[in-house]
């Protein structure tokens, strides 16, 4: 069963934007070849530091495992308060609502 795993967390507001997406790239392609990887949406917000992302991975375990090691990594990058939380995707509703799964 897809899972859907959200991580969010406190980010400098300087490294958002343009200065992220250029920072990122190795990032983003590196996330491309994760065990399970689906897809991801990279979630900003410089009016309240936040930064994060919603990902699909194939299941649970590729999920967890990815959190886990993301967390450490995106510390490393400068966030703190790193928080994620996983789902079970109904897949017949979003596909109906054309949800990636």
Known sequence: MPSLLQIHFNFP??????????AAMPLAESITQEAGFISKI????PRT????????????????????MHEQRVLAMGASAVQF???DVNEPLSRLTRGLV
């Open 42 to 45: 990279w979630t900003e917000n």
């Open 49 to 68: 530091g936040e930064a994060g992302g919603i990902y699909m991975f194939e299941d649970e375990a590729s999920a967890l495992a990815y959190a886990t």
């Open 85 to 87: 939380k996983l789902f």
């Open 13 to 22: 507001t300087e490294l958002m934007g343009p200065a992220l997406t250029a």
